[in-house]
């Protein structure tokens, strides 16, 4: 069974902080995905990551994908109140099916 | 363009009561997943159609669930009997896979509430 883990489950921040959120697995995927999910919304796509080492960056986000392709991380450099949310990490299977970790709720307040 | 269309968004319901839930996925792609959330389990994979065809329903939790889609604009998932454990947010997401690639795109959900 593949799993994905996600630390820490809750965060809270001032708002100005820097911030970490892990994505960690002991299986291989062909790319990872993060997503955020509002509350009454479904989650939406943030970035993919496919290649192992990779580095992308969405305007103060900032994903790495691990040089393995089992882990990823997601920096948010001065968070603010709009980041809040729950941080949702996902393995693509090899085009079959996605693989969602349990989610890191994140709270930045004003 | 539309998204992910989900019906109904909430539905309370009793014990034992029949309930149907509905996605029309975006139009032009493959894949269509039914998730469930909650707090304590996350969202977890019920069953996903590649072309329409079922490619993996492990992930319903027993016989009460069955999930079927007749043609590539429509799918439902029904629970029968339902049961207080069955409360949970049901999300319906549509992809567009090729090879190894494709997002996720997401419906609203239906907040399903036994009693």
């Known amino acids: 069974t593949q799993l994905l883990e996600q630390s820490p489950q809750f965060l809270s921040i001032q708002e100005g902080e820097n911030l970490t959120v892990y994505c960690n697995s002991s299986s291989v995927f062909s790319s990872l995905q993060w997503y955020r999910q509002e509350p009454g919304e479904g989650p939406v796509l943030l970035v993919t990551v496919v290649t192992g080492g990779e580095v992308k960056k969405l305007k103060r986000l900032t994903f790495q994908f691990g040089d393995a392709r089992k882990d990823s991380s997601l920096h948010i450099t001065a968070a603010q109140p709009g980041d809040t949310g729950l941080y949702l990490c996902a393995g693509d299977n090899y085009g079959q099916n996605f693989v969602f970790g349990p989610g890191t709720r994140l709270s930045v307040l004003p | 363009d539309a998204g992910v269309i989900q019906s109904p968004r909430h539905e309370v319901t009793e014990m034992g009561q029949e309930v149907t839930l509905r996605c029309k996925p975006i139009s032009g792609h493959n894949s269509l997943f039914w998730y469930r959330q909650t707090m304590m389990r996350g969202l977890e994979l019920l069953i996903y159609?590649?072309?329409?065809?079922?490619?993996?329903d492990s992930g319903m939790p027993e016989d009460r669930f069955s999930a079927k889609m007749p043609n590539a604009s429509f799918s439902t998932l029904k629970i029968q009997p339902s049961e207080p454990r069955d409360s949970a947010v049901y999300f319906c997401a549509s992809s567009f896979r090729t090879g190894r690639s494709g997002e996720l795109f997401f419906g609203e959900g239906s907040r399903l509430t036994v009693l």
């Open positions: 159609f590649n072309n329409n065809v079922p490619i993996d």
